[in-house]
């Protein structure tokens, strides 16, 4: 197979797409650009999208399918601090559905995460229907209950959550979200966890952008974890697939004035 085809009409022999290449199978010498144990190219485009006179095309990672950079959108720090302690954990939300269209360009920009390997992997299962959130909030508090009665210490520091939903009906769960999104992969894939993290992370950060607000339904996700068949059943989860994330989503009810701050800053320099 030839991995990766050479223009020599524009190549200037510049090595770039060797030094960039993660597993090194790319050679430029005193000739063209060549490749070795091809079978090892974990299709992740850097070659290609190095090159400044697109000279190289690689077939697992086409050129066609990459996107011309005119110039680099550069972010000044103070732009990019705001951005980044800007994002909030939203657990208000207003009782209004995301429109699939807006949901499918929130979760398309997570097809861009950084992953294992370049193994990426993860699919997604967008769960909207009021009942089914609902029964997903009373299936895992029947879990979380069921273990506090069997002693677990970690179930029994949210004793206090379990009582209340029994008490109030109160979601404490997943909050009223009018959304849940579910990161999927195989249930052999080693890294579907890592990889769900790193996606998820992503459409957390590109929410705001879209008027919408995210959370982490840790409760939920750790009830999929534990296997809990009631839950996976509502989720209806794949054969052969297993749950590696789940986020709450909607449009937020309030909007924050001001940044939080976290715990200082701890480092230590080995130098």
């Not at 999208?49 to 990672?61: F, G, S, T």
Request: glycine share 6%; proline share 5%.
């Amino acid at each position: 197979m030839n991995l990766i085809q050479v223009d020599r009409t524009k190549c200037v022999k510049c090595g770039l797409c060797a030094a960039v290449c993660p597993r090194g199978i790319i050679q430029v010498q005193q000739e063209w650009p060549t490749t070795i144990d091809e079978e090892y190219c974990i299709a992740c485009g850097q070659c290609g999208a190095v090159c400044p006179h697109a000279a190289l095309d690689n077939i697992r990672a086409p050129l066609a399918q990459q996107t011309p950079l005119m110039g680099t959108l550069v972010i000044d720090k103070a732009q990019a601090s705001q951005f980044l302690r800007s994002r909030r954990s939203i657990r208000h939300f207003q009782e209004k559905k995301i429109d699939k269209q807006q949901m499918l360009q929130l979760l398309d920009i997570a097809r861009f995460a950084p992953s294992g390997g370049n193994s990426q992997g993860i699919s997604y299962l967008v769960l909207q229907q009021p009942q089914i959130l609902q029964r997903i909030s009373a299936v895992t508090v029947d879990w979380m209950e069921e273990n506090i009665r069997q002693g677990a210490e970690w179930a029994k520091r949210y004793d206090a959550y379990v009582n209340s939903y029994r008490r109030t009906g109160k979601d404490v769960i997943l909050r009223n979200a009018p959304c849940i999104i579910v990161a999927i992969a195989p249930d052999n894939f080693a890294r579907g966890r890592e990889n769900a993290i790193f996606s998820l992370a992503y459409v957390e950060l590109y929410a705001p952008s879209l008027g919408l607000g995210t959370c982490w339904a840790g409760f939920a996700e750790a009830c999929a974890f534990a296997g809990y068949k009631p839950l996976l059943d509502l989720m209806e989860v794949p054969a052969g697939y297993k749950v590696m994330g789940v986020i709450m989503a909607g449009y937020p009810r309030y909007r924050y004035c001001r940044l939080t701050d976290r715990n200082p800053l701890h480092v230590e320099f080995r130098e």
